[in-house]
């Protein structure tokens, strides 16, 4: 695994949240992100219940398995609200297992997002998503 390149991955974590009934989705998704993110300069983090995910293929970033505390089987939001306590950066990028990256992921907006987050506290959240709807 090559060194995180970006100064601020202290900032950021990127959360993929799944269950291990969808583990068939974890090797498309993350070698999709494989291509157009190639160079994450973020920590990875797959949150689910007990299974660990082993990668297929050699990726260009770690991916960290986040499982779910205790034998009881937990809801999908339990189990999410458990990931989040255990990432230590103060934003995360987040997404769900079925949405595929299909386009290069351009990390200078990320930074400003950032960068506006950290000087207005009142911001709490931005969506990222995007269609291929033509709106004009």
């Known amino acids: 695994m090559k060194e995180l390149k970006n100064k601020n991955n ?17 090797d498309p998704f993350f070698e999709c992100m494989d291509i157009f993110w190639p160079d994450c300069p973020y920590p990875v983090y797959l ?5 660990k995910y082993i990668p297929r293929k050699q990726l260009h970033f770690m991916v960290n398995t986040l ?13 999410l609200m458990e990931a989040l ?9 987040f997404t769900i297992d079925d949405y595929f990256m299909c386009n290069p992921v351009e990390e200078k907006y990320i930074e400003e ?24």
């Open 10 to 26: 202290d900032r950021l974590s990127f959360l993929m949240a799944s269950c291990d009934h969808y583990n068939d989705l974890w």
């Open 47 to 51: 949150s689910t219940d007990k299974k």
């Open 67 to 79: 499982n779910q505390k205790g034998d009881k089987r937990e809801s999908w939001s339990k189990l």
């Open 85 to 93: 306590e255990q990432i230590p950066t103060e934003y995360v990028l």
């Open 113 to 136: 997002i950032l960068d506006i987050m950290d000087a207005d506290k009142m911001t709490a959240s931005f969506q990222l998503s995007g269609t291929r709807l033509k709106t004009h």
